[in-house]
T-cell receptor
Framework: NAGVTQTPKFQVLKTGQSMTLQCAQDMNHNSMYWYRQDPGMGLRLIYYSASEGTTDKGEVPNGYNVSRLNKREFSLRLESAAPSQTSVYFC?????????????FGDGTRLSIL | AQSVTQLGSHVSVSEGALVLLRCNYSSSVPPYLFWYVQYPNQGLQLLLKYTTGATLVKGINGFEAEFKKSETSFHLTKPSAHMSDAAEYFC????????????FGTGTQLKVEL
């Protein structure tokens, strides 16, 4: 019963490098989300995908791109990493369609950019 | 736009004492409200949610919260704290028709002392 799986769990990058964070869910959920968590700021939405084939910007999209590869997978890409993107990144999913459905979260990717 | 304010970034209680974590929200429409818990190096886990109906909501691990529209509050309580309750707690809001997007508070770190 995996739920939401994120890879990698940890990553260190140099400024200017690129990388893709992977997320997959096995709950047949329609909607998926990427958040970043910074100390004292809670979680902030980067991008989301309400359903397969659609993506939309959240609160803090600058410097990121996303791909909803299929219903299961939603990836987050940093094209040119900056130290300000050092954070913990969480992927979440929910059934979608009604706003009373809770989101299920992965365990996060801890990303450091030097 | 909706927002969430959590008063007290750090709360400390004695084991067996009442736990009270405060959450106030702002929303132009009746919101859906959630409390999540995060243990170290893990993702967020749903404690409880309010959508419609009964304003006193019971969740896992003995926690409950009461939706008070007149006070725009959704405070989290537990009658008797246990050492295992030490974690970070997040209040979140979503709005109907908002794509299930969550807006989080900045979190409250709960410490439980012997």
């Amino acid at each position: 019963n995996a739920g939401v799986t994120q890879t990698p769990k940890f990553q260190v990058l140099k400024t200017g490098q690129s990388m893709t964070l992977q997320c997959a869910q096995d709950m047949n959920h329609n909607s998926m989300y990427w958040y970043r968590q910074d100390p004292g700021m809670g979680l902030r939405l980067i991008y989301y995908s309400a359903s397969e084939g659609t993506t939309d910007k959240g609160e803090v999209p600058n410097g990121y791109n996303v791909s909803r590869l299929n219903k299961r997978e939603f990836s987050l890409r940093l094209e040119s990493a900056a130290p300000s993107q050092t954070s913990v990144y969480f992927c979440a999913s929910t059934l979608g369609g009604q706003n009373n459905q809770p989101q299920h979260f992965g365990d996060g990717t801890r990303l450091s950019i030097l | 736009a909706q927002s969430v304010t959590q008063l007290g970034s750090h709360v400390s209680v004695s084991e067996g004492a009442l736990v009270l974590l405060r959450c106030n929200y702002s929303s132009s429409v009746p919101p859906y409200l959630f409390w999540y818990v995060q243990y170290p190096n893990q993702g967020l886990q749903l404690l409880l949610k309010y959508t419609t109906g009964a304003t006193l909501v019971k969740g896992i691990n003995g926690f409950e919260a009461e939706f008070k529209k007149s006070e725009t509050s959704f405070h989290l309580t537990k009658p008797s704290a246990h050492m295992s309750d030490a974690a970070e707690y997040f209040c979140a809001v979503s709005i109907p028709g908002g794509g299930n997007k969550l807006t989080f508070g900045t979190g409250t770190q709960l410490k439980v002392e012997l």
